[in-house]
């Protein structure tokens, strides 16, 4: 069974519907001599003949074996078929991605991202997990967003400097910057400390400031809570602050801090020596591109 090929079986259907072997070689655009061999090599695999030749103008008929086979062969011809149409999408982009993505990405960047690759490719099945562990690892996940490198075998893009911003209830600050110092002291909500957090208050301590931490939560909704309650200030990276809307919220006011705090850096990463799929490679190209769309303030705005 080892030496039946696909062309063997394609040309046993072929005769078996058209009725001769030159009607068949017509049809698949074979010598009737082409279809000859391939009918013989499929015999002398299986052991016995697939067809009867009256010889003449009479067509060619099955044998019993022949009946077997071909059953058989339709389904093999099937499942050859659809194993291509499947490779043909996955060329073109559908198949499974599975990307890791945290609070701030997921609400600024990935709407765009998810939007375009369904647009661009409707068959494709997207998966997002959102964790923002101390020491990410990206296992089986095609890509892995991050606000910071990841220590693991990767490959990475750097997507865009996310600077920080004071989020304060309206009418705590003057407008435009504050002075760094002007948060010694005061009472500060913020995350907890995973991922960039502890890094940046520690920029804040450098900067002469100590504030009182009198809340941390990881929800974004809940800290602008507290802050327009007047619980306290919080210190945000602007693609948080985006993603929650804040500009447009009358109860808060947004200000650059001066000096500004080293901006947190948004990777993106995929294992290192892997091949990447089409689509995978298409997100990254729109990952890149949505980032570059954004325009956060700079450190020296």
Not at 31 to 52: C, K, N, Y
């Amino acid at each position: 069974m080892t030496d039946i090929e696909l062309r063997h079986l394609a040309a046993m259907a072929a005769v078996a519907e058209e009725g001769t072997f030159g009607r068949a070689a017509a049809r698949l655009g074979y010598t009737q001599s082409t279809i000859s061999q391939q009918i013989a090599a499929l015999e002398r695999a299986v052991g016995g003949q697939v067809f009867d030749r009256p010889g003449g103008p009479r067509p060619v008929r099955l044998t019993p074996l022949g009946s077997v086979v071909l059953g058989q062969g339709r389904d093999l011809l099937a499942r050859a078929e659809a194993l291509a149409d499947a490779v043909d999408r996955f060329k073109a982009g559908d198949g499974r991605i599975d990307i890791g993505t945290f609070q701030s990405v997921s609400n600024v960047i990935l709407p765009s991202v998810v939007r375009r690759l369904r647009d661009e490719h409707p068959g494709c099945d997207i998966r997002l997990s959102e964790e923002e562990p101390d020491q990410p690892r990206i296992g089986d996940l095609d890509l892995l967003f991050y606000d910071g490198r990841v220590d693991d075998d990767v490959e990475h893009l750097k997507l865009l400097d996310d600077p920080y911003l004071l989020v304060a209830r309206a009418g705590t600050f003057p407008d435009g910057p504050v002075p760094l110092e002007r948060l010694d002291g005061a009472p500060m909500v913020a995350w907890p400390l995973t991922c960039s957090q502890p890094w940046m208050e520690q920029a804040v301590t450098r900067g002469g400031a100590r504030p009182r931490i009198v809340f941390r939560t990881a929800v974004n909704d809940t800290l602008l809570s507290m802050v327009r309650a007047g619980l306290g200030s919080a210190v945000l990276p602007w693609l948080a602050v985006r993603g929650a809307g804040v500009p447009s919220d009358g109860g808060l006011s947004v200000h650059e801090l001066r000096p500004s705090l080293p901006p947190r850096e948004i990777y993106l990463h995929w294992r290192a020596g892997r091949t990447r799929s089409p689509l995978a490679r298409r997100a990254i190209d729109i990952a890149a591109e949505v980032a570059a769309g954004l325009a956060p303030p700079s450190a020296g705005a």
